[in-house]
């Protein structure tokens, strides 16, 4: 992956904060992928653009000062309908035109190597910004509103940092100490032997030995993208189940 950072705003490619400094600025809903084929498309795009669709529309209806900012008249857009491929419009039209900036303008620093892309709806406007074995600690509850990925949730997830244990990759969230959700910032699963499985093997002699399980939706957790991808794998995944520690 690149180590450079671009925002594109208005039509120019700018030079970026850190991403989470940029999330920290502004409300709204985002999401997170990345590039494939040299910079020519994105993994998983229509599902990201489903989820973010899903969390616009969500916020709206419940919580719409987390997409605008305190100065701008949230209250008006309580209660609308969206158009879903009015947002699918403004966003795909927005990144076409920042990928096609940033790999004409910017192609000797990018030196062949992919992006990590984020993509901030807020307000109204779409900002697109070009930029793992885990070792865990359970240090908080749940998000509000976790059905939706908002901007807001970067700030709200800062004083969690303080009970980081050295060297530890995330942060689990668990409402009562017992059943874990999720990940501060990604999604969690645990992998286990099924409990009618008779092999002796400690890796045991097939996949259909083992089940991936997570928490469901219902619990408050975020119906991400890989999260989705990787329940759809119903051949190892028949289900999904509540992780206790």
């Keep these: 992956m690149s180590n450079c950072r671009f925002l594109y705003h208005n039509g120019v490619v700018l030079d970026a904060p850190p991403v989470t400094t940029f999330l920290q600025s502004l409300p709204g809903a985002y999401t997170t992928t990345r590039t494939i084929n040299s910079v020519t498309s994105f993994l998983f795009w229509e599902r990201h653009m489903k989820r973010l669709s899903s969390s616009i529309c969500i916020l709206l209806d419940s919580k719409p000062e987390l997409l605008f900012s305190s100065g701008s008249s949230s209250r008006v857009w309580m209660n609308q309908s969206v158009n879903e491929s009015s947002i699918y419009d403004l966003v795909n039209g927005s990144m076409s035109k920042a990928m096609r900036s940033v790999v004409v303008k910017e192609r000797e620093r990018l030196c062949g190597e992919e992006l990590a892309v984020t993509v901030l709806v807020t307000g109204g406007y779409s900002l697109g910004v070009g930029n793992i074995a885990a070792s865990l600690a359970l240090v908080g509850h749940g998000r509000d509103v976790a059905a939706a990925k908002y901007s807001d949730w970067v700030r709200l997830r800062k004083p969690l940092e303080k009970f980081r244990p050295p060297s530890?990759?995330?942060?689990?969230?668990?409402?009562?100490?017992?059943?874990?959700?999720?990940?501060?910032?990604?999604?969690?699963?645990?992998?286990?032997?099924?409990?009618?499985?008779?092999?002796?093997?400690?890796?045991?002699?097939?996949?259909?030995?083992?089940?991936?399980?997570?928490?469901?939706?219902?619990?408050?957790?975020?119906?991400g993208v890989i999260r989705e991808c990787v329940l759809k794998q119903r051949n190892t995944i028949p289900r999904e189940s509540t992780c206790v520690v």
């Design 168 to 223: 530890t990759t995330e942060l689990l969230l668990s409402n009562d100490g017992d059943h874990l959700l999720e990940g501060c910032v990604t999604n969690f699963f645990v992998v286990s032997r099924r409990k009618s499985s008779s092999s002796g093997s400690l890796y045991g002699e097939s996949l259909s030995e083992f089940e991936v399980q997570t928490a469901p939706v219902t619990d408050g957790v975020l119906p």
